[in-house]
């Protein structure tokens, strides 16, 4: 079994004198890893760490090419460990090890695209007047936090802190409880690197021991934060008190609209994808089928056949679907489900599955339900599972309505094959990313990617993200001779 310390100030912390938590693989419930439970001073350390490394003549000097060569070499060595890594995101949070390799290989495209970018982080020139020169710097915030979900570990990790170090700054990740593996082999990498020590920092432990002080401490620059809704507005009223600056990737529940003129196969797949993917275990998951009614009762039809096929098992197994991520997540997708089976119709699914020979796992069969009132809580909130909830419209303005009607605003698929109707839902939905004929677009590396209302503030991924690790100072030289 694993032992894995946290990295502060270029020290490996965790021995005898710690406390442990132990880490489960939720494929089959065996104990995999255990992590230190840190502590408010092992904070304390690490930001001043962070912020001496910030501030140091050594990480002034490194060019911002050499910091993108840096992370370009770090994408590399993930590429060549490519099937390592895979295993342990595979074991930390269960998902098939194909979604793992995924997982991996999008963390170095983060790596490589950040770091490609380094040295293209530039300001403006302003006129103002003769004989003044007016120019806007891009520098960096300093000191950043990234507290990182479970649900895709390697993944969130990669996209905010190589963003993060391409424009300059000092980084402190806190991992999530569950799925600490694949940050503490980014850390192992990082101490091997040629950096000052405490430009990343990775520490572990409870959000309220460690992640709450991390959010609150005064010497944080930044803080960026995916995960549920009620931490990410303690994160933001904690940041607040500093007048620190917050991304907030916080979820949603996110529709698939599917008009009758679609190309069926296609949107049924891409419906089916959609909400299995980690097990429903995914921000971006798409929750809510809006279906248009003359459609209806053949698409149900299908999907419901779908659904039944699909196979369901560990992540080494690399079958459709895994487990759930542990006892808790699996409790409350159970009650929820409890709860749809006497306010609306179960299509299929419905209950847990047991797996012989991975009988610890948390298995939930994927499931369709179907009659739920439109502003019931099980229809407005994330259950964070392989369940779907179907909704019927009957014109445009409908359909636009219902994706509309939650506190959320992520993602929007359309499935259309009236070009004017694809167009006109896309402008209408509030929504950050749409996808018409297609859901995700192959994860895209390059696409901003944030939401609307509840669903969080900011956007990451793409150019745009390298905005939040950066502050404008702008500098005004006169000059006559
Ligand atoms: P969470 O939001 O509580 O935890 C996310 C991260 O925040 C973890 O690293 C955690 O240690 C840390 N954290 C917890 N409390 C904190 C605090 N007060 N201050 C700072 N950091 C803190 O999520 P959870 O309890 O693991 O999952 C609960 C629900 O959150 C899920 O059912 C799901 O609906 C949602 N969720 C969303 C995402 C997403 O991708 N948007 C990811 C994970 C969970």
Redesign the pocket.
Known sequence: MKRIPMLINGQWIGDESNEWLSVFNPSNGEQIAEIVKGEKHHVDEAVKAAQNAFNSQEWKKVKPYERGQLLIKLANYIRENAEEWSQWECQDVGKPISQARSDVEAAARYFEFYGGAADKVMGDTIPIEDGILNATVLEPVGVTAH??????PIQ?TARSVAAAIATGNAVIV?????TPMTTHAIAKWFDESKLPKGIFQHIT????E???P???HPGINHIT????????I??MK?AASNVVPVTL????KSPNIVFADADENKALEGVVRAIIQNAG????AGARLLIEEKLKESFLEKLKTRFEELKIGPGKDDLDMGPI?NQ??FN?IMNKLEAAKSKGQVITGGSAITIEGSEGGYYIQPSIIDGLDASDNLAQ????GPVLTVFTFNDVEEAIQLANATEYGLVTGIWTSNINVAHYVASNVKSGQVFINNYGAAGGVQMPFGGYKKS?IGREKGFIALKNYTQIKNIAISFTI
């Open positions: 507290i990182i979900p479970w649900n895709y969130i806190k991992s999530a409880e569950d432990g409870l959000g309220s460690v992640g709450a991390l959010a609150g934060f995916t995960g549920s809704v009620p931490t990410g303690a994160v904690t990737e916080l979820g949603g275990q995914t921000c971006s991520l808790k997540q409350q909130e994330e259950i964070f969080g």
